[in-house]
Nanobody
């Protein structure tokens, strides 16, 4: 069982940066793959970034490549999403996710069974 709490969302202007943080409680955080997805009003949820339990492999959606960076600190049970060059299209609620590190795939939301409550990111034009 893993509990996830996101923080770091807020209002930022186009071109700005935000760093989202996800604090995990529970057992064996280091054995979980971690990911971030987002959902904008009226749109389907989009899986934007993920990182393997070891930190040795990462995934980014095309919309996030070159602008977002996912990282983790297993000693602190934390996963971060650094978002740069933000655009109004990045406006969404961002959700942290955890899934078993034994999963063959880690780059889709189907590989994740634990989700946080979300944090709002708003990018103004």
């Amino acid at each position: 069982q893993v509990q996830l709490v996101e923080s770091g969302g807020g209002l930022v202007q186009t071109g700005g940066s935000l760093r989202l943080s996800c604090a995990a409680s529970g057992r064996a955080f280091s054995l979980y793959n971690m990911g971030w997805s987002r959902q904008a009003p009226g749109k389907e949820r989009e899986f934007v970034a993920a990182i393997r339990w070891s930190g040795g492999d990462t995934y980014y959606a095309d919309s996030a490549k070159g602008r977002f960076t996912i990282s983790r600190d297993n000693a602190k049970n934390t996963v971060l999403l650094q978002m740069n060059s933000l655009k109004p299209s990045d406006t969404a609620v961002y959700y942290c996710a955890a899934g078993p590190g034994t999963s063959v795939t880690f780059s889709t939301s189907r590989a994740y069974g634990y989700w946080g409550q979300g944090t709002q990111v708003t990018v103004s034009s």
